[in-house]
């Protein structure tokens, strides 16, 4: 496992190295990690909205999986619909 000493020593002779680089070198270099930047970001943009519309659509796969079982007790369209929030249209569609 890498200590904070390693990080540090890792940074500065990366930054020393950066340092050596002519200016074109330079430009590229930062033209390389702003494009791995905005890769980066995208991808995890991505990523978070993905999590977000699975948990979506698992809460609304709960909802009816649970109306389905209320539905099969004889619970009323009404009781179901206050503790599931479905709308009287989706409870008789299941």
Request: no cysteine; proline share 1%; net charge negative.
């Amino acid at each position: 496992m890498a200590t904070i000493e390693d990080k540090v020593f890792d940074r500065l002779f990366k930054e020393a190295e950066i340092a050596t680089f002519t200016p074109e070198e330079l430009r590229e270099y930062e033209d390389s990690l702003k494009a791995y930047r905005d890769i980066k970001n995208s991808i995890d943009s991505a990523r978070r909205e993905g999590r977000a519309e699975g948990r979506a659509e698992g809460l609304a796969e709960g909802k009816k999986d649970i109306a389905r079982k209320m539905k099969s007790k004889g619970f009323s369209a009404a009781d179901i619909s206050e503790m599931t929030g479905l709308t009287d249209e989706e409870i008789e569609t299941l």
